[in-house]
């Protein structure tokens, strides 16, 4: 699996959670969402995702978007 898609794996894991927890426990969860939404958003410009650095200094293979 390479770094493009564990980067989206993540994120679409943590909205599920997210939402999960803001529907079981409390509405504050959907700020882990919506922070999750917004680094998607801003790495789709410049390229950066701090989630892809630390893959990509793990070893895993490197994308096409990272």
Excluded: H, K, Y
Excluded at 1 to 21: E, K, P, Y
């Amino acid at each position: 699996m390479n770094i493009d898609r564990l980067v989206m794996a993540f994120a679409g894991s943590m909205v599920f959670i997210s939402v999960t927890c803001a529907v079981l426990f409390s509405p504050w969860w959907l700020a882990v969402a919506a922070f999750v939404g917004l680094n998607l958003f801003q790495s789709a410009f410049t390229g950066f995702c701090p989630l892809a650095i630390v893959l990509r200094r793990l070893g895993f293979e490197a994308g096409t978007a990272f």
